[in-house]
């Protein structure tokens, strides 16, 4: 993806995150996978100042503590997190959390496909996209991309 940040995906389900990161591992991104369980988790990760923040999120919208639309009301008030990117990836394909999703200002928004051939394609359109797209930086400019960045 971009640089060497992480890419954060906050999901609950143990089968999901395996697959997410054997797709990953498929597609040569090099980009660290970190995982947290649920958004009360995540937000810890993404306030912990030494912890890198990530290139993209990927969010679940159904998870125990916190899901995944209270962390968005959370990290789209907070003006050091609300910048980051965030892609519901997401088994729910109901009109109303899509249209809610993106009223909290997520970038997209996927539903996980059963057919695992058909995620490896989802998780290649990510990386494809968020590699070419440019991203503000912590101080305001643009991100350069990587150019040791592989493409999928």
Known sequence: MRNYKPILLVDDD??????TQRAVN???????LV???????????????GNPKPCVILLDLNMPRMNG????KVIKNDSELKRLPIVVLTTSDVD???????DLGVAGYIVK??????F?????TINMYWTLSQLPTE????????PQTQNA
């Open 14 to 19: 143990d089968v999901d995150a395996i697959i």
């Open 26 to 32: 498929e597609l040569k991104i090099t980009n660290e």
């Open 35 to 49: 995982r947290k369980v649920d958004g009360e988790d995540a937000l810890n990760y993404l306030r912990d100042e």
């Open 69 to 72: 639309f209270e962390f968005l």
């Open 96 to 102: 109303q959390n899509i249209l809610d999703s993106f």
């Open 113 to 118: 496909p059963v057919d695992y051939k058909q």
């Open 120 to 124: 490896v394609e989802a998780m290649k």
């Open 139 to 146: 101080t305001g400019n643009s991100a350069a991309l990587n």
